[in-house]
């Protein structure tokens, strides 16, 4: 189906709902009552239309790129309207972004645009250059806002949301290590109290209810406006893919009737594969590759869906790694190698693996996937 080849293809990028009461902590101010944040995130989160492709490659490479350059002072100016906003929202104690279930016209608009992601890593930038002009508390607040607006759409959120929830951490946990050397003993005291108060992101599990339903509701949709039976190009026309059309004909005879009856007895299939989901990682994939081969003939949607939550399962792992590599990279600048020592891989035996190079240590965790980049944290400035 075309919303799993777009999720495939973003799970293999390097990189919503109701939000929690530690925001404002995070962010450094008291909470502000009665406005919605999603209202000042929607007026923003197309600043980055019709950037050049060159400012677009500075975004990506946001958490590495040198920052005495003039264009990035013109890139991170130009975002300063956007940045200002998000700053502001994350201080709104309510994000509501409205939505229950998504149609397929909701993907790739509002805070499922990957335009999103493109304002957290400006948020990036501007900390890195607040940082190198020694506004710490600055450099915080720019990075911490945008991990509100990450969380904020993972959080209740879609296979997708995940995704992008996932491609704005990373860049900002990067570019915290790549400052930490340099913050004040005072604004690293600041770092550290923000770090208690953020949360871990959701379980890879919350997100099997809101993609079933998504799932079910965007083939009910289909079904009902089509004929009384589905044969040939039909199942193709509604969504299914070729594994779901053979097992759901076989389990149907195609008939519409049928069809509908089986969507709304899909629950336990789904309920299955979030419980897989939630296994220790050591087992966890030997369970959803057995649910992908025996759950077929009697939940297809669920067990087609196994290799897309493994992605988001990975990402989840590594969200949580690089909260515990920022804490042994802030063990590591202000007690040295044997407070770092004493912070625990969540993914390995023993402590992260520790490479130290010119200018900068690499942190290195355990935590693999076939297919996916190597988990690591710069501490320092390499350049």
Do not use: N
Not at 44 to 51: H, K, M, R, Y
Not at 131 to 148: K, S, Y
Not at 350 to 357: A, D, E, K, Q, S
Request: net charge neutral; hydrophobic share 45%; aromatic share 4%.
């Amino acid at each position: 189906m075309l919303r799993r080849d777009l999720l495939r293809s973003l799970l293999a990028t390097p990189l919503a709902g109701r939000f929690r009461s530690w925001i404002p902590s995070a962010f450094g101010g008291g909470a502000v009552p009665g406005p919605d944040a999603s209202t000042i995130y929607r007026r923003v989160f197309g600043w980055s239309d019709g950037l050049p492709p060159e400012d677009s490659q500075r975004l990506l490479k946001a958490a590495s790129i040198a920052i005495d350059d003039p264009a990035v002072d013109a890139l991170i100016d130009r975002a300063g309207p956007a940045l200002a906003a998000i700053r502001e929202a994350a201080a709104i104690d309510r994000c509501d972004w409205g939505v229950e279930i998504l149609s397929g016209s909701d993907l790739g608009k509002g805070h499922l645009d990957i335009s999103t992601v493109h304002v957290i890593r400006a948020a990036c930038l501007s900390a890195r250059r607040h940082a190198g002009r020694g506004r710490g508390r600055a450099a915080l607040d720019d990075v911490f806002a945008g991990l509100t607006l990450a969380h904020r759409i993972g959080t209740g959120g879609v296979l997708i949301a995940r995704v992008l929830e996932c491609g704005g951490e990373v860049p900002a946990f990067q570019t915290l290590g790549r400052i930490l050397p340099g913050l004040d003993p005072a604004t690293l005291d600041d770092l550290s109290r923000r770090l208690d108060v953020l949360p871990p992101p959701e379980p890879a599990s919350a997100t099997i209810g809101p993609e079933s339903r998504f799932i079910v509701a965007t083939l009910r949709a289909k079904l009902l406006a089509g004929g009384p039976k589905l044969a040939g190009d039909d199942w193709k026309e509604v969504g299914f893919g070729p594994e779901e059309a053979e097992a759901l004909e076989r389990l149907t005879g195609g008939d519409r009737a049928a069809l509908l009856a089986h969507l709304a007895g899909s629950g336990p299939g789904f309920a299955e594969l979030a419980r897989r989901l939630d296994l220790p990682r050591p087992g966890c994939r030997a369970a959803l590759d057995e649910f992908a081969r025996s759950g077929r003939s009697t939940y297809p949607l669920a067990a087609t869906l196994t290799e897309s939550v493994w992605g988001v399962r990975h990402v989840v792992d590594r969200m949580r790694a690089l909260r515990v590599m920022l804490r042994a990279g802030l063990a590591l600048v202000r007690d040295g190698e044997p407070a770092f020592r004493a912070v625990a891989d969540p993914f390995g035996s023993g402590p992260f693996g520790l490479v130290r190079r010119d200018g900068d240590c690499l942190i290195r965790s355990a935590l693999r996937d076939e297919g996916s980049p190597e988990v690591t944290l710069g501490v320092g400035d390499p350049t």
